[in-house]
């Protein structure tokens, strides 16, 4: 491990950079449906038809490629932040596909990997490792 003013840093594995990469499935899916929206669509659709597909297309790629971009830039940084914080509360939304969170004293809020929301309990100091741009918890350890 390597130290940088008071963080402590580890790198990160091929694993975690894959599950940053799925970040950029959205951003490619919507550059094809633009491309879709530019040139077929408009061939089955009336002269006076007003754009809004192109233009929402647009929109939501535009968020795409911001969210793609912080995981990016946690990729070419190679490594993961370690620090030391308490966890306030861990939560996970509804649904198949379910996001899990934990609110942190210092950090705030993170999204959490699988194996770190199974590593963690309200109230206790931990070892955070974390992800900084993207903002994902990969692991917690006991202090």
């Not at 929109?59 to 308490?86: F, H, N, P, T, W």
């Not at 004293?105 to 490792?129: E, H, K, N, P, T």
């Amino acid at each position: 491990m390597s130290t940088t003013d008071s963080n402590t840093t580890v790198p990160l594995t091929t694993t975690q950079k894959m599950w940053l990469a799925v970040s950029f499935l959205p951003v490619i899916f919507f550059v094809l449906v633009l491309i879709f929206s530019l040139t077929i669509l408009p061939t089955t659709l009336p002269p006076s038809a007003p754009p809004l597909v192109p233009i929402f297309t647009v929109v939501i790629l535009l968020v795409m490629i911001y969210q793609a971009g912080k995981s990016l830039r946690d990729i070419l940084s190679g490594v993961a932040l370690v620090e030391e914080d308490e966890l306030v509360r861990s939560w996970h939304s509804r649904g198949e596909n379910s996001r899990r969170y934990g609110q942190f004293a210092r950090l705030g809020r993170l999204q959490m990997s699988r194996r770190a929301f199974g590593q963690g309990q309200s109230g206790q100091r931990y070892r955070v490792c974390y992800s900084p741009a993207s903002r994902v918890v990969w692991s917690l350890e006991t202090k």
